[in-house]
């Protein structure tokens, strides 16, 4: 069945970096757009950032306003993992960060991985 993993939040403090990773596993990764999503403490789930698969002819790179010239999304389809680089983090990007299908309908959810941003 499909498996979505995410790994690598932290605490960290504002003004750092961190790399979060989505490991995947049941679906063909390489031809899916995927996406990271956030949910911050009494707050809906955004879109925070999405990449299109190869043969997307559609938007194929997206960021939410508030992350754009700090986070990087990244695929390796050998691996069928994504990447999410954060630079610049801010106390306000403090949350916990899933991935996901974009443009798709959702696969089942993992648990996520909590970025905690403060001094």
């Known amino acids: 069945q499909v498996q979505l993993v995410e790994s690598g939040g932290d605490l960290v403090q504002p003004g750092g970096s961190l790399t979060l990773s989505c490991e995947t596993s049941?679906?063909?990764?390489?031809?899916?757009?995927m996406s990271w999503y956030r949910q911050a403490p009494g707050k809906n789930r955004e879109l925070v950032a999405g990449?299109?698969?190869?043969?997307?002819?559609?938007?194929?790179?997206y960021y939410v306003d508030s992350v754009k010239a700090r986070f990087t999304i990244s695929r390796d389809n050998a691996k069928n993992t994504m990447y999410l680089r954060m630079n610049s983090l801010k106390p306000e990007d403090t949350a916990v960060y899933y991935c996901?299908?974009?443009?798709?309908?959702?696969?089942?959810w993992g648990q996520g991985t909590q970025v905690t941003v403060s001094s």
């Open positions: 996901n299908c974009w443009k798709h309908s959702f696969f089942p």
């Open positions: 049941g679906f063909p990764f390489s031809v899916y757009a």
């Open positions: 990449l299109g698969s190869a043969g997307d002819t559609g938007d194929t790179l």
